[in-house]
């Protein structure tokens, strides 16, 4: 039992309760059911909630403390009408606005849209922790299974505050339709939809930084159709047996750059959908994941297009992949101009791998249309593997020939034993201009003589 918070609860309740007789409201969580009863100024932040201390936030910027607008913090209170109330408040503000998550509270919010565009620019400072109902019987009938919080036409807003966000994620990795669940190990057929944590969607001038997050119950931080994106000092954290718990997914997205995080979970440790440009990832700490993934992309004759992809001093470690591009059979599109540079392996499945034959249910006919992949560079790219797969493995389309790829002082060694593993390569061109471990025989050097217009879509 924790006794501070139990008295700190206690003291906002007694704070706000003197002061009914003024135009204060009390915590009434009754009250907050319907919007339109709320018109009575809100009680003031109790001095309990710690002060924002922040020195990233300037002084003058107003605080929308939830606190002030209902929300309990017990962990177990849907709070989720005093967020909505406060971010009503804080996106009207003229000013730059503080969202207020203070320290020391947990709450439990419902599925929820934070939609702009807002007034001005807005910090939403997560200090304490959040959390959405636990699992799917828990969830409401009438709400999206697919998202939790979503922040909807967002210019120019910081999130951040030291925090942490616990996705909660158990229940649903456990629903019998997630791969191997089912009864004996089988998996069941049906909709099987489970929430992305935090979704970004149209949205622009974004910063999220000094954050934990763990537990999603699908992907943990989704960015689609937004642009000028800084990620920087996230914490994710989910079991490496988790279903599709991706730590950073972007798609449709331009101009995005995820620094110096650390991720460990059950799948791609950062993803990377069609539409995404101007990407630059650096200083990750990713593993057990699945690696770093430009991916999938074509999907059901679908067009995909990726370029100018960066991924700089990073290491991966105990992981399914290092880095990694896939697409499926029969896409259009390309993937070009991206470079993995310095990246340390430790004790990781393809390091390196192309995989142009994905298909995630192993009933995939080959076609003749592809996603082109060409300039692709790896340089310094050094550690071990596990011994189960090859290093380098790049697996191209039978029609559209990989092209230009580089490989610059590669060194690869096996984690375990002393036997080394040849390349794979299949429709690879390319070159490598210096002696790599192992070598990469397998490369055809120059560019094919027939590039099949037809096929090729350069976007
Ligand atoms: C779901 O139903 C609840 C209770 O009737 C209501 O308050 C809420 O607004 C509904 N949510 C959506 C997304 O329709
Ligand atoms: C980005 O957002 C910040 C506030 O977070 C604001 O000061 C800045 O002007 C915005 N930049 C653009 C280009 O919108
Ligand atoms: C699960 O496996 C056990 C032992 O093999 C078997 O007796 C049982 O019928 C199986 N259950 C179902 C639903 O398939
Ligand atoms: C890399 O990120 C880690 C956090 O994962 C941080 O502690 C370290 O200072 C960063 N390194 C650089 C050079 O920024
Ligand atoms: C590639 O992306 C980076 C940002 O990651 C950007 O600074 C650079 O201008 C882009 N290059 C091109 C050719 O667009
Ligand atoms: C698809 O093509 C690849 C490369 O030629 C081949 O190894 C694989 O067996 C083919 N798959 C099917 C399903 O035909
Ligand atoms: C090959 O790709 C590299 C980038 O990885 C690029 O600098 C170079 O111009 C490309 N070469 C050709 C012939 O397109």
New binding site residues.
Partial sequence: MDFNRYFVVLFAILLCFFARSAKCRPFDHSRYRTLSQISASPCPAPEASAPVSDQSLSHSAAVFNVLSYGAFGDGVVDDTQAFKMAWDAACQADNSAVFLVPKHYSFMIQSAIFTGPCKSGLVFQIEGSLMPPDGPDSWPKNYSKRQWLVFYRINGMSMQGGGVIDGRGEKWWDLPCKPHKGINGTTLPGPCDSPVAIRFFWSSNLTVQQLKIKNSPQFHFRFDNCHDVHIDSLYIKSPAGSPNTDGIHVENSNDVNIYNSVVSNGDDCVSIGAGSYNVDIRNMTCGPSHGISIGSLGIKNSRACVSNITVTDSVIKHSDNGVRIKTWQGGYGSVSKVTFNNIHMDTVRNPIIIDQ?YCSNKA???QTSAVYITDISYTNIKGTYDVRSPPIHLACS?TVPCTNLTLYDIELFPAQGQKILDPFC?NAYGDTSTLTVPPVFCLMEGFPQLLPSNDVDKC
């Fill in positions: 034959y995939c006919l080959n039978d299949w």
